[in-house]
């Protein structure tokens, strides 16, 4: 109890922090409900306070295993500790404001909001910037070592899954650039005329890789050709591997264990742009270069699946089936990008080409490197997409009856297990919120949400010692 309860407190306390920043906001508005944050942030705080004076002096002792079913219940509960401000902020339902929040911290972007206070966008920003830094270091962390669905282990050692986890280091390694990456693309679109309130939102969303954005950010992006521009190397960064940005940074890049799978996202970026941009020329009407930039800004965010449209309709020009194949795929191994990953595909691919030369050469002796990884690991890459593949169909299946089309249940059930929302609520042209359906798909999408950051499989993990350890 011990072990989870000290991260589960660290987790509820920064929900109270963040909380601090939307009640600054709206007093400062004059017009916003300061109580209401001010309770949030009062509440989370003191339940956090409750939970660290409760296990100090008993010795934790956090071993992967557990960290797995740590990681999920952060997932589940960190959400409602935002629900009740949401809510009321909002006006909406109980069961809509848990979706919207839940939305927004697994940086998914389903939203049935089309206007609200500042101080209530901002939280949301806040929440998927949170969401988005929890994703990495849950990766790093909890997953790539335990081996879940093929995740490389760049830990300093290799060890078994009962190693202790030390998550405080993992995060204090990854929070500087992340920030850093953050206060860099705010202060690259105040540069360029914006606002603050539309930098910080901004900003937040395209480094989490979210899509919780206020109408006057949109209404930027939409009108205004510069951001478009200067986002796109952030969406390139948060479909790549931390591991990678940190090479970047010391200057170690040759030796980056994941520079080749970051040199392939940005090489397909850059042809899905152009095809993406042709398409858009031909099915809308403008320039050529405006088709380009579009293209390539639409290819960017499609592949860190933030899903983030240049402006409105872009979706509904484009093929639904190429848009959800592209998501489904999504960005690197160690990102916030959800999907497949690139790093599965390429083992996939290249097992599948060492399979067929022993067909044509039975004695052939391979490198790894060509047969797509070995032993567990293989088996993990093939257990990975496996599971998505079940999600989806799950998710499909559950959202069916609550929607107009098989359309809108495909477009739906990818949006989900990705965590790329617009790719739904842009796409659809009056299809309902997810938040409006029933009770019981609401609940699946937000399972699948979670599911969707935990890289699915660590889901299954999770019901199995929840159901069977206990």
């Not at 939102?201 to 899509?211: D, E, I, N, P, R």
């Not at 799978?261 to 397909?268: N, P, T």
């Not at 297990?417 to 009056?430: F, K, L």
Request: charged fraction near 10%.
């Amino acid at each position: 109890m011990a072990n989870a309860a000290r991260p589960l407190a660290a987790g509820i306390a920064a929900i109270g922090a963040l909380a601090l920043l939307p009640m600054a906001v709206a007093a400062r508005s004059g017009t916003g409900p300061v109580a209401v944050w001010l309770a949030t942030s009062g509440f989370c705080l003191f339940l956090a306070g409750l939970l660290r004076f409760t296990t100090h002096g008993l010795e934790t002792r956090l071993t992967r295993t557990g960290a797995v079913a740590l990681v999920a219940c952060m997932w589940l509960v960190l959400p409602l500790m935002a629900t009740p401000a949401v809510a009321i902020v909002s006006g909406l339902s109980p069961l809509q404001a848990w979706f919207e929040a839940l939305s927004a911290f697994t940086a998914t972007g389903l939203t049935a909001l089309h206007q609200g206070p500042a101080s209530l966008y901002v939280f949301l920003g806040l929440l998927q910037w949170a969401g988005g830094l929890l994703t990495v270091v849950t990766a790093v962390a909890v997953l790539a070592p335990a081996g879940l669905g093929g995740l490389p282990d760049r830990t300093p050692r290799g060890g078994t899954a009962l190693d202790v986890v030390d998550l405080v280091k993992v995060l204090r390694e990854i929070s500087p650039a992340y920030l850093a990456a953050t206060a860099l693309a705010m202060i690259v679109l105040l540069a360029s005329g914006e606002t603050l309130y539309v930098a910080f939102t901004l900003a937040t969303a395209v480094v989490s890789a979210g899509a919780h954005l206020p109408p006057e950010a949109q209404l930027a992006l939409a009108l205004d050709e510069t951001p478009k521009w200067l986002l796109l190397p952030f969406l390139i960064f948060s479909a790549t591997s931390v591991r990678w940005h940190r090479a970047l940074i010391t200057r170690r890049i040759n030796a980056a264990p994941e520079q080749v799978e970051s040199l392939v996202i940005i090489g397909w970026w850059a042809v899905l742009g152009i095809i993406l941009g042709a398409l858009l020329f031909r099915t809308d009407e403008m320039s050529s270069l405006d088709a380009v930039r579009d293209g390539l800004f639409t290819a960017a965010s499609l592949i860190s699946t933030s899903g983030i449209g240049p402006h409105e309709g872009t979706y509904a020009n484009l093929p639904l089936g190429l848009v959800i194949l592209v998501v489904l795929l999504g960005g690197g191994a160690l990102s916030v990008a959800g999907g497949l990953k690139m790093l599965r595909l390429r083992a996939i691919l290249l097992r599948t080409r060492g399979d067929l030369l022993r067909l044509v050469y039975p004695h052939i002796v391979l490198p790894s490197a060509l047969e797509g990884g070995v032993g567990s690991a293989m088996r993990g890459v093939w257990a990975g997409a496996a599971s998505l593949a079940f999600l989806y169909g799950l998710c499909v299946i559950a959202l069916s009856p609550g929607l107009p089309s098989l359309d809108a249940a495909l477009a739906a059930a990818a949006a989900v297990v990705t965590n790329t929302g617009p790719v739904y609520d842009a796409a659809g042209g009056g299809w309902p919120a997810i938040s409006s359906l029933p009770w019981g798909s609401v609940l699946v999408a937000g399972i699948g949400m979670v599911a969707g950051r935990l890289e699915i499989i660590g889901l299954f993990v999770f019901i199995h010692l929840a159901i069977w350890r206990t």
